[in-house]
């Protein structure tokens, strides 16, 4: 799996399966189960550190976890996310871009849309590999008002298809769509060449993502209504990220009960 694979999945039409990892070992069990990404999250903030959000995660804090994939995920491609306040300006933006893809990262991810104009555009003047980030944006959550969903009203729906045609006209190589209603994340996807990764999303979006903690039924507080436990049915976790892949590549997930 590589970046130049992403558009021939969107092309054929194979949905995208895709994993958070944040060390070696688990890296290496999704890699080995045949996972097409894996997303070095800055969810490593929850699930990880124990925090309320992703917001004191740090560069340093990527870096490491970044270190640690790499070195066990070796066929599968590997997306960081750019952390809180680590890309408020091009000069910034490039060099901790230039830090993760030094660590490992083949592609790195900034929520956000045209507000981040500049940042998309030093990363493409430079030919790092982008992914975006529309919707729900973990990031931003205080701004937000919470974890809640995003583009239900037209004008927020509206600025959603508006950053994404943006984002792909900047060379962004695929979008996370974070939380949005199943049908506009179906729009969106249709409206783009670029593949959309989706999580709360529907399952029209070209792949899935889960926060593998959440896959596993490691849950700590509120259980979001995208989350499946692929371990209920499984005896152990390769068989449990198998049968996570399996359903998306066979659209069983998410049903219509994980989705807005």
């Known amino acids: 799996m590589n970046i130049k694979a992403l558009k021939t999945f969107k092309q054929s039409g194979e949905k995208i399966a895709c994993l958070t990892a944040y060390d070696a070992s688990f890296a290496s069990v999704f890699d080995m189960c045949g996972i097409d990404i894996v997303l070095i999250g800055d969810s490593l903030g929850n699930v990880i550190q124990g925090g309320e959000n992703t917001l004191g995660v740090s ?51 900034l929520e956000g849309g045209c507000e981040h104009e500049a940042s998309f555009k030093i990363l493409q003047d430079n030919d790092i590999s982008v992914c975006g980030h529309l919707g729900l944006q973990p990031q931003s959550v205080i701004e937000m008002g919470g974890y809640k969903v995003q583009g239900r009203e037209k004008q927020s729906a509206d600025k959603i298809t ?37 999580i709360g999303a529907g399952v029209n979006c070209d792949g899935q993502v889960l926060v593998s903690h959440d896959m596993l039924g490691i849950h700590v507080g509120h ?38």
């Open 59 to 109: 560069m340093d804090d990527m870096i490491y976890h970044t270190q640690a994939v790499a070195k066990g995920a070796k066929n599968t491609l590997r997306i960081v996310d750019m952390p809180y306040q680590s890309y408020t300006n091009t000069k910034q933006t490039l060099t901790n871009a230039k830090r993760l893809i030094m660590a490992g990262a083949q592609m790195v991810k």
């Open 223 to 260: 259980v979001p209504k995208f989350v499946k436990n692929f371990l209920t049915n499984n005896d152990d976790v390769k068989s449990a990220v198998s049968a996570f892949i399996k359903a998306v590549k066979d659209k069983s997930f998410p049903s219509r009960q994980h989705s807005y």
């Open 162 to 198: 508006k950053d994404a045609l943006a984002l792909a006209s900047w060379d962004v190589k695929a979008i996370v769509l974070e939380c949005i209603p199943a049908e506009l994340a179906k729009q969106v996807s249709q409206s783009l060449s670029i593949p959309t990764i989706g």
